[in-house]
């Protein structure tokens, strides 16, 4: 069973950083392109970043772009991200997400989702 | 920026069909569908426009034609109350872009 477990998430004042991290386990983590997709509270969701399943390729919604570094270290099966330069508007719950290949393509879709951590800027 | 539009909310009776729908320039890309209960994580219900995952009811299903996909879920039950969510992907920006979100209500 695929379990995906996220922390990190807290308080932290504008202009500050913080670093989410999300365990895996139940499924090949190195086979597989991963993700965080966040939720302002109230509001919709919304694609992050994305990380191929050897790291060697990255992808960032433009509204975090030069903020946020997605990584990962396939020998601890954990995936990270580094978020600098904090604003209000990053204020939302992060999910984990994994994805359906181990190269990331636009194309494809969220397979299964972690229960998320809070962010409150 | 690519925008993909769904209805904030949608009704049903118990027992009826819902259909949500999802628009914009989709015409040549796939489209996904996610369930969303309150207070907790989203869940896939459909891929690639038509596709259900394991464990998803056979209710569920998806469509596609020019640039509107739709999710139809048949002999709705309470438990399908939730927001569900169409997800597609950006070719031009290499992003994947959610739709608004629609809110069904089983009345």
């Known amino acids: 069973e695929v379990q995906l477990l996220e922390s990190g998430g807290g308080l932290v004042q504008p202009g500050g950083s913080l670093r989410l991290s999300c365990a895996a386990s139940?499924?090949?983590?190195?086979?597989?392109?991963m993700n965080w997709v966040r939720q302002a509270p109230g509001k919709g969701l919304e694609w992050v970043s994305g990380?191929?399943?050897?790291?060697?390729?990255?992808y960032y919604a433009d509204s975090v772009k030069g903020r946020f570094t997605i990584s990962r270290d396939n020998t601890k099966n954990m995936l990270s991200l580094q978020m600098n330069s904090l604003r209000a508007d990053d204020t939302a719950i992060y999910y984990c997400?994994?994805?359906?290949?181990?190269?990331?393509?636009?194309?494809?879709?969220?397979?299964?989702w972690g229960q998320g951590t809070l962010v409150t800027v | 920026s690519y925008v993909v539009t769904q209805a904030p909310s949608v009704s049903v009776a118990p027992g009826k069909t819902a259909t949500i729908t999802c628009g914009g320039d989709?015409?040549?890309?796939?489209v996904h569908w996610y369930q969303q209960k309150p207070g907790q994580a989203p869940v896939l219900v459909i891929y690639y426009d038509g596709d259900r995952p394991s464990g998803i009811p056979e209710r569920f299903s998806g469509s596609k034609s020019g640039n509107t996909a739709t999710l139809t879920i048949s002999r709705v039950e309470a438990g399908d109350e939730a927001d569900y969510y169409c997800?597609?992907?950006?070719?031009?920006?290499?992003?994947?872009?959610f739709g608004g979100g629609t809110k069904l209500t089983v009345l």
């Open positions: 989709i015409g040549r890309t796939s």
């Open positions: 990380i191929s399943g050897r790291g060697g390729s990255t």
């Open positions: 997800q597609v992907g950006d070719s031009s920006s290499d992003h994947r872009v």
């Open positions: 997400a994994k994805d359906t290949a181990v190269n990331w393509n636009y194309v494809n879709y969220f397979e299964s």
């Open positions: 139940g499924f090949s983590f190195r086979s597989f392109a």
